[in-house]
């Protein structure tokens, strides 16, 4: 029988320096969304399966890889992406209400699921960082959302990250792109796989990224949604250029580029890095959405944002080297000898109250064996106590750089161990 007791596959244990790394970028990215003025949502990680199944959708993320699960009489779904339970939480909390408090920028962190095949970069619980901005519209916001992920990319020191970016204009210009691909695909339905035969008729623009068909010869000359972009359509995707350009934020434009996901309307952008092969290693991806406040019953109100896919980023960042595990020394390690090991305690807790981090034995263990741990803990100071220095109100404490060693009262230890770790 297999081992059940592992992890399950596409998922991973986060241990040991990873987890440094992890945190490093979570701080970055809630550094940069602070300002740029979003604040943070937090919605569950599970939803009604509703949630995520809107009608009509055909994506594969949602029509074939949600986890989803029966309780009692309803149906629940782990989260497949951030953006539905954000806007299902803007509605219910009526959060459309005061007009003047939109646009409403939101940010969230963690995980997501989707049963999809694993790979390098491609995990079945993954963890996305993803900002929504709802209630306005303007190619000056597009440019911004835009610019914090390139900003948080910069920040984490990745390089070779490129934007590539396109527009599938509004509702008039898409209805008559999925006309003409319809029209242009309706000869080869032969030679299309099952799903696309559902796509054709749902969603056709979703032919466009089947990774089964699309590298036959005849999706070469399927019709450019450039060519279907009307007057409006065409204007507001310059003004996004525009603006770019005047941020100083490099883009390609990638004329087939339509998002492997159905709510996108205008301006759609994966930024992917330059040596990628395949559209699976996009580090940050995601569009402009018309329908979907609507859909879940706020009103027409439009929306923006993106999805982060932080192990991709933090493989990036390894690949790179861009960022350093920060090691968890110590600054300080307290060895104990014989019957003070209470003494110790308090002397490691009077050194955290002043800011330090204290290791210690806790165990009595021989002096060579503490000076060891003292060693691994890396800590410049060890303060060391026996049972004379207890009975005096004492400490000895040694400085690792220096080899220095002096006897200090209980009352100095603190500003003795201030002085060493700041190399006086
Ligand atoms: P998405 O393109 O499906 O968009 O995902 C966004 C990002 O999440 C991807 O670019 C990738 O970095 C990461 N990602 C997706 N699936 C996986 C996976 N299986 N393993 C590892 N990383 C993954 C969305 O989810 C939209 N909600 C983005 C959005 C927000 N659009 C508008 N607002």
Redesign the pocket.
Same mark, same amino acid.
């Given at each position: 029988m297999a081992n059940r007791y592992q992890v399950p596959r596409g998922t991973q244990d986060l241990i040991g320096d990873q987890v440094s790394l992890w945190q490093q970028v979570e701080n970055i990215i809630r550094e940069t969304c602070a300002l740029y003025g979003y604040s943070e949502i937090r919605t569950p990680i599970f939803e009604y399966t509703e949630v995520f199944k809107t009608e009509n959708d055909s994506s594969d993320?949602v029509t074939k890889e949600m986890y989803t699960f029966e309780m009692g009489d309803s149906s629940f779904t782990l989260r497949p @992406? +951030?953006?539905k339970g954000v806007i299902r939480s803007f509605v219910e909390h009526k959060m459309y209400g005061n007009p003047g408090e939109l646009p409403k920028k939101l940010f969230y962190m963690g995980p997501m699921f /989707?049963h999809?095949r694993p790979q390098k $970069? /491609? *995990?079945r619980q =993954?963890h996305?960082f +993803?900002v @929504?901005v709802i209630g306005a519209k303007s190619p000056l916001l597009d440019a911004e959302v835009i610019a914090l992920g390139h900003d948080i990319v910069r920040r984490l020191g990745l390089n070779n990250v490129r934007i590539l970016i396109n527009s599938l204009g509004d509702e008039e210009s898409r209805t008559a792109y999925r006309n003409a691909l319809r029209e242009y695909f309706r000869p080869y339905l032969d030679e299309l796989c099952e799903d696309c035969h559902r796509r054709y008729e749902m969603n056709p623009l979703r032919i466009l990224d089947c990774k089964i068909d699309k590298d036959k010869e005849f999706f070469k000359n399927a019709p450019s949604v450039k060519d279907y972009l009307n007057e409006s359509s065409r204007e507001y995707f310059e003004k996004v250029l525009q603006a770019l350009d005047d941020l100083g934020i490099p883009y390609v434009i990638d004329d087939h580029l339509v /998002?492997?996901?159905d709510y996108y309307s205008n301006t759609v952008f @994966?930024a992917v890095p330059v040596d990628a092969a395949g559209q699976q290693a #996009?580090? =940050? #991806?995601? $569009?402009q *959405?018309d329908g979907l406040v609507n859909y879940f019953g706020g009103g027409e109100l439009p929306g923006i $944002? =993106?999805?982060? +896919?932080l192990? /991709?980023m933090i493989l990036l960042a390894e690949e790179q080297n861009s960022l350093k595990a920060d090691s968890g020394n110590a600054d300080v390690y307290v060895i104990s000898l014989g019957n003070v090991a209470t003494y110790g305690l308090k002397a490691a807790q009077k050194l955290r109250e002043a800011g330090f981090k204290v290791d210690m034995d806790y165990q009595g263990r021989s002096l060579k064996a503490q000076f060891k741990a003292s060693d691994r803990s890396g800590a410049r100071a060890i303060v060391i106590l026996g049972e004379d220095e207890y009975a005096e109100g004492k400490a000895q404490v040694k400085d690792t750089v220096n080899k220095t060693q002096i006897t200090v009262s209980f009352d100095e230890l603190t500003e003795t161990v201030r002085k060493m770790t700041e190399g006086e």
């Open positions: 993320m @992406e +951030g953006t /989707r999809e $970069g /491609r *995990y =993954f996305q +993803g @929504e /998002r492997g996901l @994966e #996009a580090v =940050f #991806a995601g $569009g *959405y $944002g =993106f999805g982060m +896919g192990e /991709r």
